[in-house]
């Protein structure tokens, strides 16, 4: 398995405004959210990586740290420092 190659298509698929986090892609293909999480850090700026957070809503320091000021040009909505989980996951990616 190409893990990178997975991670991007599992990225690319993730809607404008919503988010997944890096375990929810790591149990997707049945990695560790670490190894989720260094795929996504070497994403392409044309990729979407900035729609995947942390489990508590913490948004990814890599890239330079842009992703809140890009998750926030797409109108998802914060509660404080952290992306509001509840209105902007990802369809079928919730924790079952």
């Given amino acids: 398995m190409d893990v990178a190659e997975e991670v991007r298509t599992i990225v690319m698929a993730i809607p404008t405004?919503?988010?997944?986090?890096?375990?929810?892609?790591?149990?997707?293909?049945?990695?560790?959210?670490?190894?989720?999480?260094?795929?996504?850090?070497?994403?392409?700026?044309?990729?979407?990586?900035?729609?995947?957070?942390?489990?508590?809503?913490?948004?990814?320091?890599?890239?330079?740290?842009?992703?809140?000021?890009?998750?926030e040009l797409e109108g998802a909505p914060f509660h404080d420092d952290r992306v509001d989980m509840a209105k902007v996951r990802a369809a079928g990616t919730h924790r079952r």
């Fill in 17 to 71: 405004g919503c988010v997944a986090t890096y375990g929810e892609i790591a149990r997707t293909l049945g990695i560790g959210p670490r190894q989720a999480g260094r795929a996504v850090s070497l994403l392409e700026g044309d990729v979407p990586w900035w729609r995947v957070v942390h489990a508590d809503g913490a948004t990814a320091t890599c890239h330079e740290g842009a992703a809140r000021a890009l998750l």
